[in-house]
């Protein structure tokens, strides 16, 4: 059973930084695409960034210059750096597995930025 556990989510102020790790456990599966999605409150779930197992990325309009987004293929991880943090930011994040036929979902990290 294939397991995306998250970390690095909490309370920072506007103009701040995070790192949210992201790793998969469980299998020798290799994920074709890893990445980071969030849901604020009321809202639908937007795409944040994602990375190819070839490091090809592609991240939302909102996050473009701000959000860098890295991952380690041996140890099946993958990192979002978050700087210039705004309060619109403020959401759960999920992070993202996809493979061959299958997509795996993290249980979501509570990111908060306070203005």
């Known amino acids: 059973q294939v397991q995306l556990v998250e970390s690095g989510g909490g309370v920072v102020q506007a103009g701040g930084s995070l790192r949210l790790s992201c790793a998969a456990s469980g299998s020798a599966f290799s994920f074709m695409i890893m990445g980071w999605f969030r849901q604020a409150p009321g809202k639908q779930r937007e795409l944040v960034a994602t990375?190819?197992?070839?490091?090809?990325?592609n991240s939302g309009d909102s996050v473009k210059g701000r959000f860098v987004i890295s991952r380690d293929n041996a140890k099946k991880t993958v990192v979002l750096q978050m700087n210039s943090l705004k309060p619109e930011d403020t959401a759960v994040y999920y992070c993202?597995?996809?493979?061959?036929?299958?997509?795996?979902w993290g249980q979501g990290t509570q990111v908060t930025v306070s203005s």
């Open positions: 993202y597995g996809r493979g061959v036929g299958v997509t795996y």
């Open positions: 990375i190819t197992n070839s490091g090809s990325t």
